[in-house]
């Protein structure tokens, strides 16, 4: 079980190694989870690249078990914080309490719910910013500080936040520049008929499906931390690095690059951050293919989730309803691909 | 397993090439049209406009721009390709072969890695090997020359290019294109034989100045005198280019008596008989041969000239075999050229006086003899010049072979024959006509024009028929007539034989006509 020793193993191995996982992963949460399967990719994939998912859907669709499965199949550590109003920071990090050991009182800290492996912020738009803050904090820096003292989380740490496009009402919407932070904004949608009659079988059973742990709990971290090594190690020609600056400049209203959807409905553009997000998905993406080096078509296919939270649009395209999709979908027929 | 970077490297110059002939491709069908054009302007020309009875202006010039244009076009074309060759890169070249063998930008990749300078960072990437062994993998099974060269994308591409260099030049040519005159044709066909003769390997040198002479003549801007006088220089060099026939028997008298002869032995550069000479001829309309021919190869008179002459005559053939090494055949087509030639000169003469008479002005002295329109007398005694100059006088008194060379003509003086015919231009020699019996009933009496000639027992004549020239109904302007058959073949009244003393075969001469005949005393 795991990949233990892969600083060890031959190259070949280490991609087989990964394919694998990734693909017990993807089975294991397919077990629970009907449908959804972009989804879940998405969030085994920011998983292994150490980003953080922003997921938003209706209630209902299976949000907090899709990522409480993921966790029980990597054998992760999984904490769910439902963010409300009155919730406060010291809630989500911990916060140092008074205890008794020895005959001495003294103040300890005592982690709150952040300190997981997999931390599922449910409905993240109805805390009040000072609370998202804290917990934004925590995803960029993967630590916590209370009353001075800094504790590390554990790796790996993964946050999916998810939000509730109805009932706007009384919440706070993330803003531009804590949405991007999240690595991919995945939207999770309705399930089709035939789906939805395999969750009524599912749940309705006597007995409900289970998922089997790929890695050891007491080892699942570190053979994760070394699956995401290998995503870093996957190599990216000066041509399609070219190619993804391309698509980032093309989506930036001010830019040199930017094409004309662009500047009619975007205020802002995505920041480096998206680059980031752009080349370490499409990296996954080429490990997934079995191969150690990334093609056009993995950035292709990283732009969507990586890029779409990341665009401001301006009011012309709110009152257009013009979508941050389309204009990605335009800005993807426009870049052309360098002759290298 | 195949070396990647040799495999990728072979590629590369291989659609480098590819790239470089691509584009200079795009250019070579236009510069070649332009090119072809430039070269068969001239055949164009000749089953067009020329025709229909038009001219180019600035011929020369127009060919020599096309020409140029065309090799521009070639220069861009080697320039392009040149860039294209040159801006083939060895990341893009492999990224060609990614395509081809869909490999996922990992060859791209590859190439891309073992280009840069600062690669190391890659190079440390365990993962490295594995693209490696992989690129590797997918080229086992490439040939370079899966990339073939394919032309007909950029020659379709360029069609557009060579229809618009064909419009410009159609366009050009057009507004370039004038009616021509008739002194014009005429100077354009002095200019096509003499690059005929030029071509021919005896006589190459001193076409540039005939073609130089015709077109100066070809040049409307020229007043008709001086027309007149490069043609009558023209004449002058072409009687000098005249090869010296050699004689079969020294001590016969042979050629002096014949005209053709006594002009082709005629070499001289003398003065005396040269002016002498050009008055004598100017009195045989329908000569060939000139009188003067007689003081060259005669025996007894002008025998002390001849010697000059037939050194001059050596003189001129050693510089022509100096020049050349020309066969029998070479040279005797050259002589039927320049014969030809002299013809031409005639009627050009012809014409621009013709032309020149029909206008308004003080050239014409109704019933003067030596004033108005007629030309000055040849100089050295061109015989065709003199009978086309002289047309309409019909029956002129026949020089004495052998004695004409420093003689005084006998005949009219030029320029009187506007005076005679009133008009002038319809002689028999211009027209190609029966004279009319009231202008041509009877010839000069001996001294009635001029001393008499001193002409005895000539008992043969040699004429060439020029070609038809038929007037206006309303008198105007002469014009060729080209409904009618050209002569081209001398008439003689002689019965030939074999050792006839033309320069002609036999078969390339007749007899003359009956109706000549009584012309002939």
């Known amino acids: 079980m795991g990949a233990a020793p892969q600083k060890q193993m031959s190259p070949d191995a280490r991609v087989a190694e990964f394919r694998k996982t990734f693909s017990r992963a993807e089975t294991e949460v397919g077990r629970v989870i009907v449908g959804h399967q972009q989804v879940i990719r998405k969030v085994l994939t920011a998983l292994f690249s150490g980003g953080h998912v922003l997921v938003e859907g209706v209630p209902g669709l299976g949000k907090t078990l899709m990522i409480k499965t993921a966790a029980d199949a990597l054998g992760l550590s999984f904490k769910r914080i439902q963010f409300t109003p009155d919730l406060m920071p010291s809630d989500i990090i911990g916060t140092q309490v008074l205890t008794e050991s020895n005959g001495r009182r003294e103040f300890s800290f005592r982690p709150g719910p952040i300190f997981a492996h997999m931390v599922l912020g449910d409905e993240i738009n109805r805390a009040t910013p000072k609370t998202q803050s804290a917990v934004l904090e925590a995803m960029e820096e993967h630590q916590v500080t209370v009353f001075g003292d800094t504790y590390k989380l554990d790796a790996p740490f993964i946050v999916l936040a998810t939000q509730n496009p109805i009932e706007l009402e009384g919440t706070y919407p993330l803003p531009e520049a804590q949405m991007d932070r999240f690595l991919f904004k995945v939207v999770m949608t309705s399930p089709k008929p035939d789906e939805l009659r395999e969750i009524m079988k599912r749940t309705t059973g006597s007995e409900m499906p289970k998922t089997q742990p790929i890695f050891d709990p007491a080892l699942a971290p570190k053979q994760i931390e070394t699956l995401k090594t290998l995503v870093r190690e996957v190599i990216v020609a000066e041509p399609l690095e070219r190619y993804a600056i391309a698509i980032i400049a093309a989506c930036t209203p001010a830019g040199p690059g930017a094409v004309p959807e662009v500047s009619q409905y975007l205020r802002f553009g995505p920041s480096p951050r998206g680059l980031q997000a752009l080349i370490l998905c499409s990296k996954v993406n080429a490990l997934l293919d079995g191969r150690v080096s990334v093609a056009y078509d993995d950035i292709d296919d990283a732009v969507v989730p990586s890029l779409r939270h990341r665009l401001l649009r301006n009011f012309q395209a709110e009152a257009e309803n013009v979508t941050t999709e389309s204009i990605l979908e335009q800005v993807m027929k426009r870049v052309k691909r360098p002759r290298a | 397993m195949a070396e990647p970077i040799e495999l990728l490297g072979a590629a590369h110059r291989r659609l480098a090439l590819i790239a470089g002939a691509r584009a200079a491709a795009f250019w070579v069908v236009p510069a070649l049209t332009v090119i072809v054009i430039a070269a068969l302007l001239g055949h164009i020309g000749a089953?067009?406009?020329?025709?229909?009875?038009?001219?180019?202006?600035?011929?020369?010039?127009?060919?020599?721009?096309?020409?140029?244009?065309?090799?521009?076009?070639?220069?861009?074309?080697?320039?392009?390709?040149?860039?294209?060759?040159?801006?083939?890169?060895?990341?893009?070249?492999?990224?060609?072969?990614?395509?081809?063998?869909?490999?996922?930008?990992?060859?791209?990749?590859?190439?891309?890695?073992?280009?840069?300078?600062?690669?190391?960072?890659?190079?440390?990437?365990?993962?490295?090997?594995?693209?490696?062994?992989?690129?590797?993998?997918?080229?086992?099974?490439?040939?370079?020359?899966?990339?073939?060269?394919?032309?007909?994308?950029?020659?379709?591409?360029?069609s557009s290019i060579a229809a618009a260099a064909i419009a410009i030049i159609a366009l050009t040519t057009l507004s370039l294109i004038r009616r021509i005159t008739p002194d014009q044709a005429a100077a354009s066909k002095l200019i096509e034989l003499a690059r005929e003769i030029g071509n021919t390997p005896a006589?190459?040198?001193?076409?540039?100045?005939?073609?130089?002479?015709?077109?100066?003549?070809?040049?409307?801007?020229?007043?008709?005198?001086?027309?007149?006088?490069?043609?009558?220089?023209?004449?002058?060099?072409?009687?000098?280019?005249?090869?010296?026939?050699?004689?079969?028997?020294?001590?016969?008298?042979?050629?002096?008596?014949?005209?053709?002869?006594?002009?082709?032995?005629?070499?001289?550069?003398?003065?005396?008989?040269?002016?002498?000479?050009?008055?004598?001829?100017?009195?045989?309309?329908?000569?060939?041969?000139?009188?003067?021919?007689?003081?060259?190869?005669?025996?007894?008179?002008?025998?002390?000239?001849?010697?000059?002459?037939?050194?001059?005559?050596?003189?001129?053939?050693?510089?022509?075999?100096?020049?050349?090494?020309?066969?029998?055949?070479?040279?005797?087509?050259?002589?039927?050229?320049?014969?030809?030639?002299?013809?031409?000169?005639?009627?050009?003469?012809?014409?621009?006086?013709?032309?020149?008479a029909s206008t308004p002005g003080p050239k014409t002295e109704p019933g003067g003899h030596d004033k108005g329109s007629g030309l000055k007398p040849d100089k050295n005694g061109d015989q065709r010049l003199a009978s086309a100059d002289q047309s309409g006088k019909g029956g002129n008194?026949?020089?004495?072979?052998?004695?004409?060379?420093?003689?005084?003509?006998?005949?009219?003086?030029?320029?009187?024959?506007?005076?005679?015919?009133?008009?002038?231009?319809?002689?028999?020699?211009?027209?190609?006509?029966?004279?009319?019996?009231?202008?041509?009933?009877?010839?000069?009496?001996?001294?009635?024009?001029?001393?008499?000639?001193?002409?005895h027992d000539a008992r043969y004549v040699l004429f060439r028929l020029p070609e038809a020239i038929m007037a206006a109904p309303n008198g105007g302007k002469l014009m060729l007539d080209v409904n009618t058959p050209r002569a081209t073949t001398p008439y003689v009244n002689v019965p030939l034989n074999e050792n006839h003393p033309l320069e002609v075969a036999p078969n390339e001469q007749q007899l003359v006509p009956p109706r000549y005949r009584d012309l002939i005393r």
Not at chain 2, 401 to 414: E, R, T, V
């Open chain 2, 47 to 158: 089953i067009t406009w020329t025709r229909l009875g038009y001219q180019l202006i600035a011929f020369s010039t127009l060919r020599r721009a096309i020409l140029i244009a065309g090799l521009a076009m070639l220069a861009v074309g080697a320039v392009r390709g040149w860039l294209a060759w040159r801006a083939t890169g060895f990341v893009e070249a492999a990224g060609r072969v990614d395509n081809a063998l869909q490999g996922r930008q990992e060859i791209l990749t590859f190439a891309a890695l073992s280009q840069e300078k600062d690669s190391d960072v890659y190079q440390r990437s365990t993962l490295f090997s594995l693209l490696r062994r992989r690129v590797s993998s997918r080229l086992d099974s490439f040939d370079p020359h899966m990339f073939r060269l394919r032309l007909g994308d950029p020659i379709r591409r360029s």
């Open chain 2, 203 to 356: 006589e190459s040198g001193p076409t540039q100045e005939i073609i130089a002479a015709a077109e100066r003549v070809e040049s409307s801007k020229l007043p008709p005198e001086q027309k007149l006088q490069q043609l009558a220089d023209l004449a002058n060099q072409l009687k000098q280019q005249q090869p010296q026939p050699k004689p079969k028997d020294p001590k016969q008298p042979q050629s002096g008596a014949h005209p053709r002869n006594q002009s082709a032995n005629n070499q001289t550069g003398k003065s005396s008989g040269g002016s002498g000479n050009g008055k004598g001829q100017a009195n045989n309309a329908g000569g060939n041969g000139g009188s003067e021919g007689g003081k060259g190869e005669g025996p007894g008179k002008g025998s002390g000239n001849g010697g000059s002459n037939q050194g001059t005559g050596n003189d001129q053939k050693s510089k022509a075999d100096a020049n050349a090494n020309p066969k029998p055949g070479d040279k005797q087509k050259t002589n039927e050229q320049i014969a030809e030639l002299q013809d031409q000169i005639a009627k050009a003469q012809a014409q621009i006086q013709a032309e020149h």
């Open chain 2, 397 to 455: 008194q026949m020089n004495q072979p052998g004695q004409s060379g420093n003689q005084k003509p006998q005949g009219p003086k030029p320029g009187s024959n506007a005076g005679n015919t009133q008009g002038g231009t319809k002689g028999d020699t211009h027209l190609g006509e029966f004279p009319a019996p009231v202008a041509y009933q009877r010839f000069y009496q001996p001294g009635e024009h001029g001393p008499p000639i001193a002409i």
